[in-house]
């Protein structure tokens, strides 16, 4: 009628190599991911939380939503206080504070 009978095809021969040699695409694309992508990530916010951990009173910072200030204040839970005018002080989250313009330096010890 119109239905053709289906043969099935003759599996070749697989051997020991057919499985590995389909995961290796997919290695392959991780180990390039790791070093392109997750592994620069990891240092850059590495970098940005030693500098959090490293901010000090007199700072000149720029945060992320484009305020630059002098850090006024800054305290243990996350907050600190930037002047950002003369008399306008603002308490920002630290981790939105992008970059540390100047730094200033740590009081001789007499």
């Given at each position: 009628?119109?239905?053709t ?99 200033t ?6």
């Amino acid at each position: 009628m119109f239905a053709t009978p289906a043969y099935a095809q003759s599996v070749g021969d697989a051997g020991s190599m057919g499985g590995l040699a389909g995961i290796i695409p997919f290695i392959l694309m991780f180990v390039i991911f790791y070093f392109l992508l997750i592994r620069p990530q990891q240092k850059r916010m590495k970098e940005h939380k030693k500098m959090i951990e490293n901010l000090r009173r007199g700072d000149q910072v720029v945060t992320s939503g484009g305020l630059m200030g002098k850090v006024t204040r800054v305290t243990d839970d996350d907050e600190a206080e930037l002047q950002i005018a003369e008399g306008v002080k603002v308490r920002v989250v630290k981790s939105t504070i992008a970059q540390v313009v100047s730094k200033t330096e740590p009081a001789a010890e007499s």
